[in-house]
């Protein structure tokens, strides 16, 4: 037994240590660039790299294995052309370096790289854009190979002079390198400072609690699934036969329910290494995976009306059956954990999806691996009783008769929960298809036709005539019918706060008679910051999301209050960053990060990369609160916290501290 609680800690324990990568940013290279007119009609590009003392930068060639070479490339080039290659003002000094096991030329100090142009027939002026490439180390470590972009021109005034126009790095030293593509909505002085990383006294922590919560109510739903309910025979018939002393029943008991645990917990794990913190926030809004579980859980609602039955190959089950009957001892009780598992998961997987999809939406790392606890603890708790107290399994079996209509309900409920799927990859997407009064039609039909079934005015095949109507039935009747007369005024633009964490945003509705709140909004962190700039105003940053269900939420109970929307309307630009926006960018483009290149190319992705490269953070939603630098005004970022006291005191020191920098 005590082999299965080492297991257990280990991969917990394993599971915890587990870092989430921040780069720390150092920046040993200063560049500066020039344009130096030689001639009437020549000139040269001029680079300068001053290098802090003990770094140094490669050469523009290495050996293959070797560091990434220094490299000057030019995207553009107006009223000139470029002639011959690049020059370097002194040679690179090879010698052995240790670190790559190579023979590799390096520059230390100042160097000047010079790219020699001529001007085309009657031009009166030039324009050169293009990127710096270097990787910079010192005798321990080394930074991330660089990328600086470069834009840089000359124009002759009415009397031609040796004049020289210099254009310094566009980048502060602390800030993350940009490619060219960063938008030119302001000049390159002020998107740097936008852009330039920032620290918090303290983090925004993410709401495990909120995944730990649902993981248990769909570990506890997941017993009244159709699959599942037949397992509970089974476990009672394995443990009757084992006929054991009651400490040893109660040893293999704690054991069955720890191996449920154990088996859930790995998948979880196993989703986490494989897909990464940073990439399961991809993962949840992904057209493809999303699409496949809205057609999923429409499947399998079909199946539970009755069209046809879903089941795995029976021999699947019989073999773990049988092995669990062949071998004794932990391995027994673990092939019937396996079984329980096996057999259970052609209804528990929309339950599953569901969690993993929620997790995702987290964007925290132990998210997926505490989720699957959850639901795998309330799946355990109960066959672990019954494999302690096998007889109580004996007043169930007169069960099946309401197993049919336990089918129905799920498959409807399956179809109310395969829209929101459907929602995140429609919203993400822009397509259109799913706006929110058409959502709420059709969760009004389907809670009004579940009202219909339980009070047995609609029956399917496998259904018979009810002579009466339970009191379990009528009161979920009442209680569907009455939340369908809920959401009906929300199909002329009511917020329904209760739900607005699953619906649609209010901006997709056609036809509103609630009036929203008249922010200064944006959806465009250069344009807010312009706005804001000069307009002397703080800027309110919410990094959101079309999955996260816990933004929805914020905004139904708090950003949607009136003692909020006037704080913000009347103080505050408002920036709203959605980070699961499909939108492609007009141009995409590649940072770097963590020492690889990482590829920009659509909304969220940027949006994404700002929050991670800028706070150091990945969680939505998260709320920051900045001067017109790009500064933070709080000593910490607001999270999910649907408190409004805390969140107005939160905006009112924002304000208080943006009054007095002035």
């Not at 002639?83 to 023979?103: A, I, R, Y």
């Not at 993350?176 to 925004?204: C, G, I, M, N, Y």
Request: proline share 5%.
């Amino acid at each position: 037994m005590h082999r299965f609680f080492n297991l257990f800690i280990a991969l917990a324990v394993s599971l915890y240590l587990l870092p989430e990568a921040r780069a720390q940013i150092v920046d040993p290279v200063d560049w500066s660039w020039s344009v130096d007119m030689t001639s009437d009609t020549e000139g040269v590009v001029r680079f300068t790299a001053k290098i802090d003392k003990g770094w140094h930068i490669y050469s523009t060639s290495v050996p293959d294995g070797g560091p990434r070479p220094t490299s000057i490339t030019f995207s553009k080039v107006e009223g000139a052309r470029l002639v011959d290659g690049l020059e370097e003002s002194v040679k690179p000094d090879v010698k052995f370096d240790e670190m790559f096991n190579l023979n590799i030329g390096t520059w230390s100090g100042t160097v000047v790289f010079t790219q020699k142009f001529v001007l085309l027939d009657g031009s009166r002026g030039c324009d050169f854009e293009g990127k710096i490439v270097a990787m910079a180390c010192n005798s321990s470590s080394c930074t991330p190979p660089k990328t600086v972009p470069f834009n840089v021109s000359h124009n002759f005034s009415p009397a031609p002079g040796a004049d020289t126009v210099t254009a310094t790095e566009s980048t502060e030293s602390t800030a993350p390198v940009l490619t060219d593509s960063v938008p030119q909505t302001q000049s390159d002085a002020d998107t740097a400072r936008w852009w330039a990383p920032v620290e918090f006294q303290s983090k925004a922590p993410a709401s495990v609690w909120y995944i730990l919560i649902w993981g248990f109510i769909g570990g506890l739903l997941a017993l009244l699934t159709p699959c599942v309910w037949p397992m509970i025979p089974l476990t009672v018939s394995f443990f009757l036969k084992k006929g054991q002393s009651r400490g040893r029943a109660i040893a293999d008991a704690v054991i069955y329910g720890l191996a449920i645990v154990l088996i859930y917990l790995v998948l979880g794990i196993a989703i986490t290494l494989i897909f990464g913190a940073g990439q399961l926030n991809q993962l949840a809004t992904n057209a493809v995976f999303n699409i496949i579980f809205f057609a999923l859980l429409v499947v399998f609602a079909v199946s539970f009306f009755g069209a046809f039955e879903i089941r795995l190959p029976s021999s699947w089950g019989a073999r773990m059956d049988a092995k669990a009957e062949r071998t004794t001892g932990i391995i027994s009780i673990f092939f019937m954990a396996f079984t329980l598992t096996l057999v259970s998961f052609s209804c528990t997987a929309p339950l599953i999806g569901t969690l993993l999809v929620e997790a995702a939406s987290q964007d925290n790392l132990l998210g997926p691996a505490l989720g699957m606890g959850a639901f795998a603890l309330a799946l355990a708790i109960p066959f672990a009783l019954l494999a302690l107290f096998p007889s109580l399994i004996n007043g169930m079996r007169g069960s099946n008769s309401w197993l049919g209509s336990v089918k129905v309900v799920l498959g409807f409920l399956e179809l109310i929960l395969s829209l929101k799927f459907l929602s995140v990859v429609d919203l993400a997407y822009g397509w259109g298809i799913l706006d929110r009064e058409i959502f709420i039609a059709l969760w009004i039909v389907l809670f009004v036709l579940l009202g219909m079934y339980l009070l047995g005015k609609l029956k399917f095949v496998h259904d018979v005539d009810l002579p009466h109507v339970s009191l379990t039935r009528f009161f979920l009747a009442l209680a569907s019918w009455s939340f369908a007369v809920y959401l009906l005024p929300g199909l002329w633009g009511a917020p329904l706060k209760g739900v607005s964490a699953f619906l649609p945003p209010l901006d997709t509705q056609d036809f509103n008679l609630y009036q929203a709140p008249q922010y200064k909004h944006f959806s465009d962190f250069e344009e807010g910051m312009t706005y804001a700039q000069e307009h002397n105003m703080p800027v309110l940053i919410d990094f959101s999301g079309y999955g996260c269900v816990n933004c929805r939420k914020m905004e139904g109970a708090v950003l949607d209050n009136d003692r909020v929307k006037k704080l913000i309307e009347n103080n505050f630009v408002f920036i709203t960053l959605m980070v699961d926006d499909r939108t492609p960018l007009a141009a995409p483009y590649d940072v770097e990060e963590n020492g690889k290149t990482v590829s920009i190319t659509n909304i969220g992705e940027k949006w994404s990369y700002l929050q991670r490269s800028k706070f150091e953070a990945s969680v939505q939603p998260y709320y920051v609160l900045l001067d017109n630098e790009g500064r933070p005004l709080t000593t910490e970022p607001y999270g999910y916290d649907e408190n409004i006291d805390k969140f107005i005191e939160w905006l009112e020191s924002g304000i208080e501290n943006y009054e007095q920098s002035e």
